[in-house]
């Protein structure tokens, strides 16, 4: 299918996009009974704002966010000399302290000074080309003369499930979206130039400053969840102006919970400018997502999909995220390669959901299925909406800690303002939501007591004849294969678990950075043709989502396992059946390794 450009500063449309953007009525109708629910802009006071909600199980789940009355996130000053539990020393990054975060390549800068990462602005790589032979123009207007910000909202607005809004609600906001898709082109407030934004960060566009030979790409890293809330701040903020009413806040699509696994109606209404209509058509409502969704459909019925997306989400919520390098993703310095290793929910459902709605039909799953276009769709924004609330669940629901290393914190980007100003706000701003002016609501959380269960309890394979990793690794992923890995410890006490997590650490993965990549981990399990995410011995995917340009990349995958071995009776084995089974593309292993990560 053949593209066209738009004048300088624009990116490519696809031909079904102006189909998909023509003018169209803001009055919004829709069947009666889309919306049972009345939305109004929420100012937080001592009460919370509670929205009816379904359970996914078929028992009631009474599991309720709980936060504290400080909806701010956790963080530290980055001049911190001390190390506390949720820092990376960075010698420790550096050295590949017990091997979790490895040697990190820092080119010619071999140093323990600070290394936060920060965009070169000056040099904007465009016009490269999809592996289809696309053209990728997504260089937003220039930044140059950006100034610094800092965040001090005076009042903290409610995000709301996009399912549950009132009819004007969704007026108000396609209105919004339709204010900015009629901006000029020249604007980078223009709803285009705003997907541009994404995808120069996330499609290597912009070098590191300092590292000209070092491309910057937020996503498989720590940077993933901080840039993301800058931006869905910004653009939320462009609503807020163009709609002229600082109430104004962006939904979220619930898919954690069985009310929202559904997109929701106001992104199927091809009356309203929140529509897209290059989406996968089979995943249209009443279709429930699938969160663990590899590339094709799974046929089990909408009950037991439901059940699968409540394990799914307990896996990387609760079981990956007992150390914050597993949840945020692995440390990505000044000067170091992208694709360090990202967190539980970036990789799964982050990257599923994306993949569950970009249209196969497309050359590379645009637009949702692909990095460089994601942004191009309304419900992008939905979407992660809600993997932010992941991370507000992760601090003020879980009470797990942030990061606190400086160089995290400290790391900064450039994003244009509602006024289409640069601007340049770091990390250490974005962890406090009061300040933002944005809160989420109080909601069930009925995946937290969705554990996935053993299937069989005890089974020791490492007795069959596996061959050890160091036999056949490294190797490219052709069939399934399964290999012994050896433990450190068996048997670990009650306090030296609670002290450190026991971690299986699938590393020197090769793929290309131009297709979605996708295999599953199994350990001490038989039978690897299903991948059940309710049974413990299903530990999860490795899914990359798809750039738009081709490129190598190495990468690695980890999964926390302290609470998997003790499900399936393996706690005093003196190692572990691991059995990779590619779903997607081409990757090469390089080995794995199982260590401990220090615990906060």
């Known amino acids: 299918m053949a593209f066209f450009s738009l004048p300088s500063s624009t990116h490519p449309i696809h031909p079904a996009q102006v189909r998909c953007s023509a003018l169209k009525p803001l009055i919004y109708s829709s069947s009666p009974g889309f919306f049972s629910h009345a939305f109004r802009p929420t100012r937080v006071t001592n009460h919370k704002t509670h929205a009816e909600a379904s359970t996914c199980k078929a028992q009631n789940a009474d599991h309720h966010q709980n936060p504290s009355t400080d909806d ?74 950006y100034s610094d910000y800092t965040p001090s909202a005076r009042e903290v607005y409610t995000r709301m499930p996009a399912h549950t809004v009132s009819h004007d609600y969704v007026k108000k906001y396609s209105s919004a979206i339709a204010k900015m898709k009629n901006l000029s082109l020249s604007d980078p407030r223009n709803f285009y130039q705003q997907a541009n934004v994404h995808c120069v960060y996330c499609d290597e566009g912009y070098s590191q400053s300092g590292f000209p030979d070092k491309k910057l790409d937020v996503h498989s890293s720590w940077l993933f969840f901080p840039w993301h809330r800058w931006f869905l701040y910004f653009f939320e903020r462009i609503c807020k102006n163009l709609l002229d009413d600082d109430t104004f806040t962006l939904p979220f699509w619930q898919w954690d919970d069985s009310s929202g696994m559904q997109i929701p109606p106001m992104f199927n209404d091809s009356k309203l400018s929140l529509y897209n209509c290059i989406r996968n058509p089979k995943h249209l409502p009443r279709k429930v997502v699938d969160l663990a969704y590899k590339g094709t459909d799974s046929g089990i019925d909408p009950k037991t999909q439901i059940q699968y997306n409540c394990c799914t989400m307990y896996t990387p919520m609760i079981t990956h995220s007992s150390a914050p390098a597993l949840f945020f993703g692995h440390p990505l310095l000044g000067g170091g390669d992208p694709d360090p290793g990202a967190g539980s929910i970036e990789t799964e459902p982050h990257n599923n959901v994306h993949d569950w709605v970009g249209d196969p039909s497309e050359p590379n799953n645009e637009d949702m299925g692909v990095l460089y276009s994601a942004g191009r769709d309304p419900i992008f924004y939905a979407h992660h909406a809600n993997v932010d609330r992941m991370s507000y669940i992760y601090n003020n629901v879980l009470k797990r800690k942030n990061i606190e290393d400086p160089d995290w914190l400290n790391s900064s980007f450039i994003f244009f303002n509602e006024a289409g100003r640069p601007v340049r706000v770091t990390v250490k701003d974005s962890t406090n939501l009061t300040k933002l002016g944005y809160t989420y609501p109080d909601l069930p959380l009925s995946w937290l007591d969705r554990k996935p269960k053993a299937r069989r309890k005890g089974l020791n394979l490492t007795k069959v004849s596996a061959p050890k990793a160091s036999e056949v690794l490294p190797i490219k992923l052709e069939k399934p294969i399964s290999f012994v890995v050896e433990r450190p410890k068996k048997s670990r006490s009650g306090q030296e678990k609670a002290e450190a997590e026991e971690v299986l650490k699938i590393k020197g993965i090769e793929f290309d950075k131009g297709e979605t990549v996708v295999f599953d981990v199994f350990v001490n399990e038989d039978d690897t043709t299903k991948c059940n995410p309710c049974k413990a011995e299903s530990l999860g995917s490795f899914h990359t989502l798809a750039h738009g340009h081709g490129k190598k990349s190495t990468t690695s995958r980890s999964f926390a396992i302290s609470e998997v071995l003790e499900e399936l009776g393996a706690d005093d084995f003196d190692s572990i059946l691991v059995i990779l089974v590619p779903r997607r593309g081409v990757v090469t292993i390089g080995g794995v390794e199982i260590t401990f990560v220090p615990k906060p």
């Open 72 to 145: 701010s996130i956790t963080s530290s000053k980055s001049n911190s000399s001390k190390t506390s539990a949720g820092q990376f020393e960075r010698r420790d990054v550096l050295l590949g302290l017990g091997g979790l975060y490895g040697a990190t390549t820092l080119g010619t800068k071999q140093s323990s000074l600070a290394l936060p990462v920060t965009p070169d602005i000056s040099n904007c790589t465009d016009a490269r080309d999809t592996p289809n032979g696309i053209p990728i123009n997504c260089c937003p207007p220039s930044a140059a003369s």
